[in-house]
């Protein structure tokens, strides 16, 4: 199985600064048939299911604030809050689909300072 | 726009099985797969297994294959989970999750509301 790593596990941020979530996996998600990572990140608010932002590790989903970016490629993968808002408050996860069974990090809580 | 709605909370006693529903709407139900995933109180998020949407296809995590179904009814556009000999640890909220293609590698972009299951003698 691969297993993803998240880090830190939590952070504070004053509004308006920018935040990052790193992510590691424990061996390569990139398909070399079509050069895509297969990476996503979801954001998780208290009793709501997750939400996606990022897939193919940099592709931002529809409706997502381009304030949210993804990153990496291979093992490493970062996603970034450039100038974080109240309503970021949340539960951040990373989620790799290369290979079944499909895994996600532990999650990084991401709070305001 | 697209809706997947799932059955209500249930309690179950250990052993028992459950079996969670998941209507979609607002999309093509052929065309995409779905997922189903669990988070226990807490907790992380934990891939359970996977179906095509009509029912040729599925996939399982290893840890819980043998008690696990998932299933579709294209009559109903629903999607089913079912999961036999319950323990206290099976204790969590299960979402059904859309794949935005019919396959199985891909990541999902709509997700159910949640249903809780709670295991307890």
């Known amino acids: 199985d691969i297993v993803m790593t998240q880090s830190p596990d939590s952070l504070a941020v004053s509004l308006g600064e920018r935040a990052a979530i790193n992510c590691k996996s424990s061996?390569?998600?990139?398909?070399?048939?079509?050069?895509?990572?297969?990476l996503a990140w979801y954001q998780q608010k208290p009793g709501q299911p997750p939400k996606l932002l990022i897939y193919?590790?940099?592709t931002r989903e529809s409706g997502v604030p381009d304030r949210f970016s993804g990153s990496g490629s291979g093992t490493d993968f970062t996603l970034t809050i450039s100038s974080l808002q109240a309503e970021d408050v949340a539960v951040y996860y990373c989620?790799?689909?290369?290979?079944?069974?499909?895994?996600f990090g532990p999650g990084t809580k991401v709070d305001i300072k | 726009q697209v809706q997947l709605v799932q059955s209500g909370a249930e309690v179950k006693k250990p052993g028992a099985s459950v079996k969670v529903s998941c209507k979609a709407s607002?999309?093509?139900?052929?065309?995409?797969?779905i997922s189903w995933v669990r988070q226990a109180p807490g907790q992380g998020l934990e891939w359970m297994g996977w179906?095509?949407?009509?029912?040729?296809?599925?996939n399982y995590a290893q840890k819980l294959q043998d008690r696990v179904t998932v299933t579709t009814d294209t009559s109903t556009n629903t999607a089913y989970m079912e999961l036999r000999s319950l323990r206290s640890d099976d204790t969590a909220v299960y979402y059904c999750?859309?794949?935005?293609?019919?396959?199985?590698?891909?990541?999902?972009?709509?997700w159910g509301q949640g249903t809780l299951v709670s295991v307890s003698s």
């Open positions: 999750a859309r794949v935005p293609d019919s396959s199985s590698w891909n990541y999902f972009d709509y």
């Open positions: 607002g999309y093509t139900f052929m065309k995409h797969s």
């Open positions: 179906t095509n949407a009509d029912n040729t296809n599925t």
């Open positions: 061996q390569s998600v990139l398909d070399s048939s079509n050069n895509k990572n297969n």
């Open positions: 193919w590790a940099s």
């Open positions: 989620h790799q689909y290369y290979s079944s069974p499909f895994t």
